[in-house]
Each structure stands twice: as C-alpha cells, then as structure tokens.
C-alpha cells in the first residue's frame, strides 16, 4: 500500500486515517522502573506555546510514551515565551517546549534573569516561516528581493515582529533580512509579539511583515491578512528550532526523570514521522482548544508539505517540519547551541565573545540524550557538531565561531 507521505499534495492532506497508537497498535503497558533506573519524579509539568512543533510533547501525554517510561508529562499551555522563560526559573514548571536560542539567553543573562540551563534534546527542524502583510503585497512586496526593492523606493517606517529577542524567530527574521542588504536594527524596526497575538496584530496593521512558527503563518494565508515570503528552511536547511528544556539545577536532581522524559519525547517524536496516518491524528490531537486551538487543516497541509503562498502559488516543500528523522533530528548538536551565540553576539545581546564551546557544553546534555536513544536503539550522531550552508552561501560548522560571527557585513558594531 502507498503510504500518504508519497502522494500528491492536495491529496494527501485530505486522507482521513487515524491510529490507536505507534505502528496502528496502543502503547506498550507503563513500564515499572526500580532501583537507580526509576524516575525520581512521576509526574513532570512541561510548558509549551501552541504551535505545531509542540506535538511531540503533547503526543507523548496522550498516546501514553510517558506513562510507558514511568512518568505523566503534563502539558502546561503557556501563553507568551517571557512567561515560558520566568516559569522555568522559578520552578513553576520543569521543563519546557522552547526556543533554543532563548535558554541560550537565560543562562547567560541576556534577555532577563540569568540562570544555569540545560537543553535535553531538539524537538524539532524546520517549519517556521516569514510572512508579509497584504498591504506589501499589493505592492509588489511578496518575498526578500521584492521587499529589499519597495524598502529602497518607498521610504517610511517599516514594522516587523519576531516572538522573542534571543530566540529563533529573531534570528531567522534577521539573517533573512540582512542577507538582501536590511539592516534589521537599522532600516528597520522590530517589536516582539507572542505568536498566538501574530495574526490579530497583523489584522490590525501594527506590522509589515513577521516571522514565527506554524500554524501561524498559514492561518494569516488563509486569513487574508498576510502572504508567504519564505520558509526557515530556506534559510538553513534543517535548522534546529525548539528544544524540551529545564534548568541545569533540575537535571542534576532528577536525572533518571530527564532520561524518561528524552525516551517519551523520542518515541513521539517517532511515530509522528512515520506515516502521514499518524501526522493527520497529530493534527487533530494538538489543533483542539487545550493546545494550539486552530483548525486541522491549518497545521496539517504544512506538515505534510503542502505550501501555499497566499497570492494562487501553491508547491510541495520536501524540508517541511520533521520531528524525528531517524533521530538525526533530536540530537542536540553542539554546533547547533553555537550557532545562536554567533548571532546574539552579532546583533550586539552579548557584548563579548562568550566561550562558545564551553558554553554549549555547560547546556546541550549530550550524554543524558547518548543514554536515551541508546535504549531506544535510535542512531546517534558520532560527532557532537554537524556542517550546514546557509541561504547566503557560509557554511557553518561550529570551528572559529568569533571569526564567523565578525565576518558578518551587516551587524550590529557598539
């Protein structure tokens, strides 16, 4: 039987396909944990922001993975990253779906109170987007060249948002906009909106343009109030994006609960990926109100690849967002945390150089994730950096981080 994945766009999000659990079969019984093995904790709070990248989280709760490793994941509905960022520090939850570069920011006090962090493993690649207001359409503005063009002609303030100073959607907002010649800080002006408040902000004309993460750029397409523009994985190709993160404090405690949380995770990271029978029941799960509370066609085109542009364009993106990618997606790459600290030292966050190795090994748990793929008998990358080009042609890949971050034309110099 053709799987759905390797159908043609319109018809593959239409498949109406549901599953019990992984492999069409429900979740194994809970496994009973003794000893130095069992998780010191049972139950475990786990913040998140709706958006689609959040499904792994919530689809380990549902379909049962945490209970099956000895825990209940708790699924917390967060309703601005800077809320997400003060629970953590103050232990109102213990972990959290976040932006990687914001727990960067948090334990090197950049962007609020500093605290000693850990990130536990990559949730997800790919699949945020930048979007442009109808208004710029109509004038031709619909994607970077025709934007860099109607900056230079028609002069005035120009409005764009991102969701939160030190994360990722403020560095793709940036690198984007800097590599057609826009200074981001500049030329323009930039203000941080939470990304469910993203579409109603757009309506009411308070931005040009915004970058955030799914489903929101496609509910301002299909609400009219905005264009597509581009994808992150235009910029990089499978980009790390949000991390399940805690404190650094948390894992030295608990870390037989941190190892159950990664093999939960993991394993719903798994069966999200496996067939599109399993992303359309993902879709239906995490599109209900007690998570991003959208409709499931919002986020399921765009998971499975179907793109459209807002202006009649439609295509079939193969580097839409993926979870699991035979693990290659979950590990946390040491070259992945670095590459946030190039970028927050290029738009000035960070005054000084940090020790970029040094940092990304205080926070990125490689050990811990080695511990639980192992048991899962998911593959683990030999080398804890990773080589990628991005969309202005630099390779990064983690050696000479401060020569990279300098080399850059446009940043930001005080």
Not at 319 to 327: I, L, V
Not at 334 to 354: A, I, N, V, Y
Request: proline share 6%.
């Amino acid at each position: 039987m053709t799987d759905a994945l390797h159908l043609p766009c319109q018809a593959r999000f239409r498949m109406n396909h549901t599953v019990p659990g992984p492999h069409g079969r429900p979740p194994r019984p809970i496994l009973r944990l003794a000893g130095s093995d069992k998780p010191e904790r049972e139950e475990v709070r786990i913040g998140f922001m709706p958006l689609t990248d959040c499904a792994s989280v919530v689809m380990a709760s549902v379909l049962g993975f945490d209970r099956k490793h000895g825990i209940r994941i708790v699924p917390t509905k967060e309703a601005s990253w800077a809320g997400v960022r003060d629970k953590l520090v103050r232990g109102d939850i213990d972990m959290a779906h976040v932006l990687y570069g914001l727990v960067y920011g948090v334990h090197l006090g950049v962007g609020g109170p500093k605290k000693d962090m850990a990130v536990l493993m990559t949730i997800n690649n790919n699949g945020q987007g930048l979007s442009l207001s109808r208004r710029l359409a109509d004038k031709g503005a619909v994607d970077l060249g025709s934007l860099a063009v109607l900056l230079r002609s028609e002069r005035r303030d120009y409005t764009f948002a991102q969701t939160f100073p030190t994360g990722t959607h403020a560095m793709w907002l940036y690198y984007w906009l800097a590599s057609a010649g826009i200074d981001p800080f500049a030329d323009v002006k930039t203000i941080v909106v939470p990304p469910p408040q993203m579409v109603a902000n757009a309506r009411a004309g308070n931005m040009d343009g915004f970058s955030v993460g799914e489903p929101w750029n496609h509910r301002g397409i299909l609400d009219g109030v905005s264009v597509h523009a581009a994808s992150s994985q235009d910029i990089w190709r499978n980009h790390p994006e949000k991390v399940v993160a805690s404190t650094a404090d948390y894992v030295r405690r608990y870390p037989n609960t941190c190892r159950a949380v990664v093999m939960a995770v993991l394993e719903a990271s798994r069966w999200i990926d496996a067939t599109a029978a399993n992303r359309r029941k993902m879709a239906e799960t995490i599109a209900a109100k007690p998570f991003v509370d959208t409709s499931v066609d919002v986020i399921l085109e765009r998971i499975v690849g179907c793109y459209t542009n807002g202006l009649g364009r439609t295509w079939e993106d193969p580097h839409h967002m993926s979870f699991f990618r035979d693990g290659e997606v979950n590990f946390p790459y040491l070259s992945d945390g670095m590459w946030f600290l190039t970028q927050q030292k290029r738009w000035g966050l960070l005054k000084e150089h940090p020790d970029y190795l040094g940092v990304a090994s205080q926070i990125n748990q490689i050990a811990l994730y080695r511990e639980a793929a192992s048991a899962l008998n998911i593959p683990v990358p030999t080398s804890p950096m990773r080589s990628s080009r991005l969309m202005d042609g630099v390779v990064w890949d983690g050696t000479e981080p401060a020569v990279y971050a300098d080399a850059f034309k446009i940043r930001r110099r005080e």
